[in-house]
């Protein structure tokens, strides 16, 4: 949803200068339309097949953007309390609420009960014990699902690799029979699924089909032992186009396959998508403030920086860098960097761009996943306000932070 008409570049039908210039940058903005389809993807393609499609809230969690799912029926993929709180806020359903995460607290296990969300994926057998014993206090019965770790590797970025049995994630998948088994001696916990992550911003979902056969295996294997399984959780993890020419699998494509290898046997299928619903939905404005070069080396100093975007300096992620006006001067070469003390800030390296000059804006495209999630006020900078998109009309939703925010809670 976001294009050049008469080279200015729109986020569907708002010219992004006009918001640039009335919202200020940096400034992350938002394409309604985008997400809502990208739901839909997932939605629609798995069909007939009992589904739940739960966003995980980590990769964009605005209220704004929440909300927006919510309507559009979406369930949630949780990781801590603060999740949830922002998923109630935002008229979430906690009936359709998953809570993973390898280190749940108390305090989040008790508030996830008491607001009955529909179950919780867990890592561990010290975390069973703790939500049978949580759950019995309240005399409740608490669902849940094991994370098995199928020992599959994704090709992906290591940090965001997570099915090896190497990594922190699950319960190793041939260990987990007994612990499904020890687990049945827990009065307050009921079985009803199997979970699986493997990593994100998967290019290839042949590692994703790989871990699902597996996990099935073992649902058979549970379920002829006696164990009421009911549901399949697969996580998220589906990478999207950073470049053109990524080759990003498709979301219909991947929920037919899933459908398809799915139906018939008893089982309702959820899936825990964050990228691929948000991730190209979403730009972060920046304007330039100097020009400048040092030897050889250009560069574009502009006014976002690693604490507003912190992929390009955290996985040396590429984002393509577009400018809000096309010009036709000549390409250049250059760093895109922003004004943090640290040689890690940058947002682009020896990148082939525009030839821009100062309060000339720039979007740093595909960032409506783990963008302003990831920010901070390093450098004591204020982080940005975001804008959602629908249509002909824009709204803020998130101000820019203020001094006084910035210092909240603090004395002196
Ligand atoms: N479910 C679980 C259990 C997860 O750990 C994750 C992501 C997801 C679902 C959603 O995965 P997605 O569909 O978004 O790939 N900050 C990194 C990404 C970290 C992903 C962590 N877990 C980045 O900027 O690339």
């Known amino acids: 949803m976001f294009s050049y008409l008469d080279h200015s570049l729109y986020c569907e039908q708002i010219p992004l200068a006009d918001i640039a210039k009335r919202a200020g940058t940096p400034c992350y903005v938002y394409s309604s339309q985008t997400i809502r389809e990208n739901f839909r993807a997932y939605d629609e393609s798995l069909g007939d097949l009992p589904h739940s499609v739960c966003y995980a809230v980590k990769a964009n969690g605005s209220l704004g953007i929440l909300s927006l799912l919510a309507r559009a029926g979406s369930g949630f993929d949780i990781v801590s309390g603060g999740e949830l709180y922002r998923v109630l806020k935002a008229g979430g359903d906690p009936a359709k609420v998953v809570f993973s995460g390898v280190g749940k607290r108390s305090e989040e296990i008790e508030y996830a009960l008491e607001n009955g969300i529909h179950s919780f994926n867990c890592e561990s057998e010290p975390e069973l014990a703790l939500i049978d014993a949580l759950a019995a206090r309240r005399g409740m019965k608490a669902k849940f699902a094991l994370r098995v770790n199928p020992d599959v590797s994704a090709d992906t970025h290591p940090y965001i690799s997570t099915g090896l049995r190497e990594h922190k994630f699950g319960i190793d998948i041939h260990e ?186 720039l979007a740093i495209a595909t960032t409506g996943a783990y963008g302003f999630v990831l920010a901070s006020n390093y450098n004591a900078r204020l982080r940005s306000p975001e804008v959602l998109v629908e249509g002909d009309k824009w709204r803020i939703i998130r101000t820019r932070e203020n001094y006084d925010e910035l210092v909240r809670g603090e004395t002196a």
């Open 176 to 361: 987990a029979e007994g612990v499904y088994e020890r687990a049945r001696t827990y009065a307050n916990l009921v079985v009803t699924g199997v979970s699986c992550h493997i990593g994100s911003q998967l290019l290839d979902v042949n590692p994703i089909f790989e871990a699902l056969d597996k996990v099935l295996a073992l649902v058979e294997r549970l379920r002829a032992a006696g164990h009421a399984i009911t549901h399949l959780d697969l996580g998220g993890g589906l990478g999207i186009a950073y470049r053109e020419e990524d080759p990003a699998p498709e979301i219909r494509t991947f929920a037919d396959c899933v459908r398809k290898r799915l139906q018939g046997r008893g089982l309702t299928v959820m899936v825990e998508p964050g990228r691929s619903i948000v991730g190209a939905a979403g730009v972060l404005l920046t304007r330039v403030l100097y020009r400048k070069r040092n030897v050889n080396k250009e560069f574009v100093v502009v006014d976002a920086a690693m604490n507003d975007l912190i992929r390009p300096a955290l996985y040396r992620s590429h984002h393509d860098i577009m400018p809000l006006r096309e010009n036709d001067r000549p390409e250049i070469v250059a760093d895109v960097v922003g004004p943090v003390c640290e040689t890690g800030d940058f947002l682009a390296r020896d990148r082939t761009m525009a030839n821009v000059a100062p309060g000339d804006y």
